[in-house]
């Protein structure tokens, strides 16, 4: 039996502006002599019981992620030899101890089969290396405990974003509402806009960013784009200026691909590095002048940003039980308009840096 299973790599202890990797595609060819049996107990088998359950299967096959020979198929299909199977299934998150903690959600949106939540940029979303406790998942499992057979689940994600990182996210309450939203985030028909503010004056008003996106070859905590698509996947973001303040510019961000730290990496490929972007060397003073109250008025911003300048500001799907098209949005939260309206004041009058930043520390 001929199988690939796609997998994107995950970023340990960490999360990223991304889906993709936490959504399994695999793909098999049946063998000649396969006797007829379901699709579901036979990807049940296959996929090993302990893997994934029967019934999260049989709801990728309502979800219509079980395609066989280009065409959905139920859980009721019965295989046939030399059958083309790709099956389309989100991970399972039980790598870990999981402990259900009471640590307070921002929740925009709530029903039966989903949770909207404002995530705050300081929350990790999933346990990882030095990350195991006070994350997302530790929150949510305490939010759905009173759920029917909140033991045996564990919240769907099927998108995450990084620590540092503020805004959208939408979990999965039920394990149908799971498969058809992976189904969506896979097939890119979800919309994600993020706003962003980037180092330097860019050239464009709008643009295109393609390039594969991989592991850094040196720095294993880092991602690169490799332009000649020989390694990394594909990765594609979409920008549109919102605002030039001369030094940084205000910029949105729509994304096509999932990539880990996909807009990150691919703005400092093209120059333009996210403001106190630690890891891709944002929090260096990147453009700009070497005047000491222009150094000084830096690091106050730092300070009162202290992640990387990026937040998911917008967030539409098809509601898996409605069929409607859900939108939300969320507004920049407080350290992020502190320093946007700070270049807005500097790029009014750049003399002023030095007697503002005076009536500051004497309000402080």
Avoid at 89 to 116: C, F, G, M, Q
Avoid at 286 to 315: D, M, S
Wanted: glycine share 8%; hydrophobic share 35%.
């Amino acid at each position: 039996m001929d199988t690939d299973i796609i997998e994107d790599e995950e970023l340990q202890g960490g999360s990223a502006e991304q889906g993709d990797d936490l959504i399994e595609q695999v793909n098999l060819t049946i063998d000649k002599g396969q006797q007829p049996l379901r699709i579901d107990k036979f990807l049940h088998n296959y996929l090993g019981s302990n893997t994934v359950s029967r019934s999260k299967i049989q709801n990728a096959a309502t979800a219509g992620s079980i395609i066989v020979n280009g065409k959905p198929v139920k859980s009721n299909y019965k295989i046939r030899p030399n059958d083309s199977i790709q099956l389309l299934i989100p991970r399972s998150t039980d790598n870990y101890d999981l402990v259900a903690e009471d640590i307070p959600l921002d929740i925009v949106y709530e029903d039966n089969d989903l949770l909207i939540v404002n995530k705050d940029p300081a929350m990790v979303v999933h346990p990882g290396l030095g990350n195991y406790r006070g994350t997302l998942i530790n929150a949510l499992l305490w939010h759905f405990k009173d759920l029917p057979n909140a033991e045996s689940q564990r919240p769907g994600l099927v998108h995450r974003i990084d620590k540092g990182t503020s805004g959208l996210l939408v979990i999965a309450k039920t394990e149908f509402a799971l498969a058809h939203l992976a189904k969506q985030f896979f097939n890119k028909t979800t919309q994600r806009k993020y706003i962003a503010l980037v180092w330097g004056d860019l050239n464009e008003p709008e643009g295109t960013i393609t390039g594969n996106i991989g592991r850094h070859s040196r720095e294993r905590m880092q991602f690169e784009v490799f332009p000649d698509g020989d390694f990394g996947k594909p990765a594609v973001t979409h920008y549109k200026v919102l605002e030039r303040l001369n030094y940084v510019t205000l910029v949105e961000c729509q994304l096509e691909t999932g990539r880990t730290h996909q807009i990150r990496v691919h703005m400092k490929y093209i120059g333009h590095t996210l403001f106190n972007d630690i890891r891709y060397g944002g929090n260096k003073i990147l453009k700009g002048t070497v005047y000491a109250k222009y150094k000084q008025f830096i690091e106050n911003c730092f300070q009162l940003l202290p992640r990387q300048a990026l937040h998911a500001a917008t967030l539409g799907f098809i509601h898996p039980t409605t069929g409607k098209q859900m939108n939300f949005e969320a507004p920049l939260p407080p350290d992020f308009k502190a320093v946007l309206e700070k270049w807005r004041k500097y790029w009014t009058n750049p003399n002023a840096i030095g007697n503002m930043e005076e009536t500051e520390e004497t309000e402080q």
